[in-house]
């Protein structure tokens, strides 16, 4: 088993929509979370960084973190069609080994 | 957020050359640095972990002697792929963590990735 498992897609949703990404994993040490987007040929950007478990906020993003159920979750509101890119969910225990997931392909339609 | 730099974004080379890829947290100590290999529509493929001061941990089936990482200082970290071939042409990223200066415990930054190129 994956120590993180991530819906690789592809996603395809129209402009305005709400857009939810999930990841659920085993390892109940993970205590950092983060969910980053890429656009092609580029490097990862960090969008959401969450230390245990809860929910954050920041524009159109809201991050949620469920210990309890080992899942979390990104959720883009009105989505724009800049939003299109690759979403990675990442996690830690300690903050010096990273765990990814495979990545979910978001393309949102004007 | 925190800036990783890296560089060149793009690199074309003959086959047998070898090549120096530069990373670097511009403002904030990378305590460790990480460096992935990605190909087109996959996922980062980890190749090794570098703490300052001491020698790259190589994940299992990445050769270390092709694959040269220097972490010499708490903002420079360097990939070099040595006697460069054909299938060394890939995209390569650098990613820093730290537990201060202003970064939190478990945040990883990238570099803008690295696009390697050989003839």
């Known amino acids: 088993q994956k120590e993180v498992e991530q819906d690789p897609g592809p996603l395809s949703v129209p402009e305005g929509a709400i857009v939810s990404l999930n990841c659920t994993y085993s390892?109940?040490?993970?205590?950092?979370f983060m969910w980053y987007r890429q656009y092609s040929r580029k490097g990862p950007e960090l969008l959401m960084y969450t230390y245990s478990s809860g929910n954050k906020e920041d524009g159109r993003f809201t991050a949620q973190v469920d210990k309890s159920s080992k899942y979390i979750s990104l959720f883009i509101r009105d989505s724009q069609p800049s939003d299109s890119a690759t979403y990675l969910c990442?996690?830690?225990?300690?903050?010096?080994?990273?765990?990814f997931g495979t990545g979910t392909s978001l393309t949102v339609i004007p | 957020g925190a800036v990783v730099s890296q560089h060149p974004s793009w690199v074309i080379c003959k086959s047998g050359t070898s090549v120096k890829i530069e990373c670097r947290s511009l403002d904030f100590q990378a305590t460790t640095m990480f460096w992935y290999r990605q190909f087109p529509k996959q996922s980062l493929m980890l190749m090794a972990t570098?703490?300052?001061?001491?020698?790259?941990?190589?994940e299992q089936g990445v050769e270390k002697d092709k694959f040269l990482i220097n972490h010499a200082s708490l903002t420079l970290s360097t990939l070099t792929v040595t006697s460069a071939h054909p299938e060394d042409s890939s995209f390569y990223i650098c990613s820093a963590s730290s537990g201060g200066g202003g970064v939190k415990t478990g945040e990883l930054f990238f570099g803008e990735g690295s696009r390697l190129t050989v003839l």
């Open positions: 570098s703490n300052e001061g001491s020698k790259a941990t190589y």
């Open positions: 990442a996690m830690s225990k300690s903050g010096n080994q990273f765990y």
């Open positions: 390892n109940s040490a993970f205590q950092y």
